[in-house]
């Protein structure tokens, strides 16, 4: 059986992986500031983080409330210091999406990957 030719990952500009990962970050960042919280998940969440940046014991059963805790912190209560940290984990996430996927299928496989899952309405609404 005759193998099928690969395309090479060098004729695609280094910068392109850089592009890809803007275009995810223009999705994500520009809308933190558009709506306030009021989703009671996000209201427990904020809650917790504003008690973790005021230093009381907190028992925090996931990541996100220490992430809204960290803005709070470091940014002052509002709610896009609050998105903002998660918002930040969701642009790594897929940057570390990029890295696994090049790593293992090649340099465009792994910008087509960023590409479909950052503008998947699942990702922007977790990271938002």
């Known amino acids: 059986m005759p193998s099928v030719p690969v395309e090479s990952s060098r004729s695609l500009p280094r910068w392109t992986p850089a592009v890809a990962l803007a275009a ?11 709506f ?8 427990e969440a904020a809650d917790l983080g504003r008690n973790i940046a005021e230093g009381k014991d907190v028992l925090i059963q996931s990541i996100g409330p220490w992430l809204v805790g960290q ?15 998660i918002a930040l984990c969701g642009l790594l996430m897929a940057a570390l ?9 090649g340099r465009r496989a792994g910008v087509y990957a960023v590409i479909i899952a950052g503008s998947s309405p699942l990702f922007i609404f977790n990271a938002r």
């Open 24 to 34: 995810v970050c223009s999705l994500i960042l520009p809308k933190l500031t558009e």
């Open 36 to 43: 306030g919280i009021w989703d009671p998940w996000e209201i």
């Open 71 to 85: 803005g709070f912190r470091g940014l002052g209560v509002d709610e896009w210091t609050g998105r903002l940290p």
């Open 97 to 105: 999406c990029y890295a696994l996927v090049a790593h293992f299928a």
